[in-house]
């Protein structure tokens, strides 16, 4: 699906610039030649961005941008300002109004597509981002997917959960299991470092799922510090007493007490290599049926990762 401009200038020539810049980009392109034009456009449009001159008649584009922001349905579109000016004054008074860039007359087109794709890009992530752990959730991960999918160039996805996390969460509340939440987070950042993994990305599926893009040769230098890193970590969020015989008492499903061990991380890895992926969901289900395979083996109170190595079929290995 395109992705939609509204471009908000009174001058013609400018508006005719910007939508053969923009459509060459493969965006879909929208005009408004006034500041009450422009307001009307974005809550009808529902655009995904706006370029927004400040001198326009009407209604001008602080006037605009005033308003944008003080309005549920577009308080957090990005706008981006078009100004003749080059004044350091008048840029940081937009920035506090609440624009998101500037760009100044006569403008390079190469840097306003580019600038234009950045804070697309980062406005996707900003809006999708979970709230614990500021990492991007499902919609941008899927985009991230999609994306390497496109480019042909191999990766590995690397699909983790925790297991005995409810529980743990049951007995010492939504509080602490924030806390393990976060844990989780940053153990995975430190091993994207660890790993040396360029490009890596790291998502945050919701709950206790996470994934992690790298390329393939960094998957198991960065799942085996993750796994490794957690097992380390964890013991410094139960009580002594717990930690004295190994686990928690706690009501299952079904209501009856039943003891449950430490929390472990497992995490499923499928790489692009071997595998022909023509859809995101593939990726994923592939990716979450390792990780089930892991939970299946015989406990050992260790956290685990296993690779996916089947070509078109075959047995499952670590």
């Not at 008048?90 to 234009?116: C, H, Q, S, W």
């Not at 806390?179 to 989780?184: A, D, F, K, N």
Request: aromatic letters at 8%; one cysteine or more.
């Amino acid at each position: 699906m395109k992705r939609k401009i509204l471009v908000a200038d009174d001058e013609e020539s400018v508006q005719r610039v910007l939508y053969r810049a923009l459509t060459e980009s493969h965006y879909e392109v929208v005009a408004a030649g006034d500041g009450v034009q422009a307001l009307a456009m974005a809550e009808r449009e529902a655009p995904d961005l706006i370029l927004l001159d400040v001198k326009m008649p009407r209604k001008s584009g602080w006037e605009v941008l005033r308003e944008l922001r003080s309005r549920p349905a577009t308080r957090s579109l990005p706008v981006v300002m078009l100004t003749g000016c080059n004044g350091m004054a008048e840029e940081v008074g937009g920035f506090e109004m609440g624009a998101d860039d500037y760009i100044t007359k006569p403008f390079n087109v190469a840097e306003l597509r580019a600038r234009v794709m950045s804070l697309l890009r980062r406005n996707e992530i900003d809006v999708s981002a979970n709230p614990l752990t500021r990492l991007p959730g499902s919609p941008s991960i899927m985009i991230e997917v999609t994306r390497r999918l496109q480019s042909a160039v191999p990766f590995a996805f690397l699909y983790a959960d925790l297991d005995n996390f409810k529980p743990f969460n049951d007995v010492y509340g939504f509080a602490r299991g924030d806390g393990v939440i976060r844990l989780t987070a940053e153990i995975l950042q430190e091993s994207v470092r660890a790993a040396a993994a360029e490009g890596a990305f790291l998502g945050h599926v919701g709950g206790d799922d996470f994934v992690l893009i790298t390329r393939p040769e960094d998957a198991a230098l960065a799942a085996q510090h993750a796994v490794s890193l957690f097992d380390r970590r964890i013991v410094g969020y139960y009580d002594a007493s717990d930690l004295s015989w190994g686990g928690i008492r706690a009501l299952d499903r079904m209501g009856r007490t039943r003891e449950f061990p430490l929390m472990t991380m497992s995490i499923g890895i499928v790489t692009s290599e071997n595998r022909k992926f023509d859809h995101y969901a593939k990726v994923v289900a592939i990716a979450a049926e390792m990780k089930s395979y892991c939970k299946s083996l015989q406990p050992n109170r260790l956290s685990r990762f296993a690779f996916d190595r089947r070509r078109d079929s075959g047995e499952i290995q670590e």
